[in-house]
């Protein structure tokens, strides 16, 4: 953890002025987890790829009441789900939230999550852009 905070420092500082192209950001790989039977909570993962070093420091997502960021790590060998400030984003490199790794974590499930919906997602930088990405609930 402490490893990788100071990884993501150092590819900040080192990071150069790259060409001027249109921003075309991208996201692959999304989607909401479908909840067990009875959970109150779920996970969302994504990929998104930015043209400028940003971090991503917030998400909210249509008919959940909180999204929290977390990161997993391994502490003896036990994973816990640590919830963090934001993550770190490179220009040009993918942020992967994936299960096992990185994730947004779903807390008050206000409207059910059905396999095969999809919900509206804003992702919120620390430069202040914004972003709306579409998650489709699946198991994967
Ligand atoms: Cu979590």
């Given at each position: 953890m402490r490893l990788a905070a100071l990884s993501s420092l150092f590819l900040l500082a080192v990071a150069a002025c790259g060409g001027s192209s249109t921003p075309e950001p991208e996201e692959t790989n999304?989607?909401?987890r479908v909840p067990a039977q009875g959970a109150m909570m779920s996970a969302?993962?994504?990929?998104?790829?930015?043209?400028?070093d940003d971090e991503l420091i917030?998400?909210?997502i249509e008919g959940i009441g909180r999204v929290e960021l977390?990161?997993?790590t391994d502490d003896?060998?036990?994973?816990?789900?640590?919830?963090?400030?934001?993550?770190?984003?490179?220009?040009?490199?993918?942020?992967?939230?994936?299960?096992?790794g990185n994730h947004l974590m779903l807390f008050e499930i206000?409207?059910?999550?059905?396999?095969?919906e999809s919900r509206e997602a804003t992702l919120t930088f620390?430069?202040?852009?914004?972003?709306?990405?579409?998650?489709?609930?699946?198991?994967?």
């Open positions: 999304a989607f909401i969302a993962y994504f990929t998104v790829t930015r043209e400028t917030a998400a909210s977390h990161t997993v003896d060998g036990v994973k816990r789900m640590r919830m963090v400030e934001g993550y770190a984003v490179k220009a040009g490199k993918p942020l992967v939230l994936k299960p096992g206000e409207k059910p999550l059905q396999a095969g620390a430069s202040g852009a914004t972003e709306l990405i579409s998650l489709p609930v699946g198991q994967q």
